[in-house]
């Protein structure tokens, strides 16, 4: 079965950078984009970041580009997110996500930032 593990989170000051991963398996992870969600308390889950199957073409949501860079490698079915200048408005519970034959989500890792 399809399993996505974020890891990586944790607390940081503003400023900081983190970088957070997410192990795939159970399917060919080469063959499909990947994506990264996020979600702040009492918020809706919003769009960060995508790269396509091949790490070629990427879309980034306008309140983190050119803070956050996402990327993949193929060879070790991993996806990744760079994130520096962290803001507080960063502090989330950030998901990588998935569309197979469904759509697919990890179970999520909490970035904090605060000083």
């Known amino acids: 079965q399809v399993q996505l593990v974020e890891s990586g989170g944790g607390l940081v000051q503003p400023g900081g950078s983190l970088r957070l991963s997410c192990a795939a398996s159970?399917?060919?992870?080469?063959?499909?984009?990947m994506s990264w969600y996020r979600q702040a308390p009492e918020k809706e889950r919003e769009f960060v970041a995508s790269v396509d199957s091949i790490g070629s073409s990427t879309t980034y949501a306008d309140s983190v580009k050119g803070r956050f860079t996402i990327s993949r490698d193929n060879a070790k079915n991993t996806l990744y997110l760079q994130m520096n200048s962290l803001k507080p408005d960063d502090t989330a519970v950030y998901y990588c996500?998935?569309?197979?034959?469904?759509?697919?989500w990890g179970q999520g890792t909490q970035v904090t930032v605060s000083s």
């Open positions: 159970g399917f060919t992870f080469s063959s499909y984009a």
């Open positions: 996500r998935t569309t197979t034959w469904r759509v697919h």
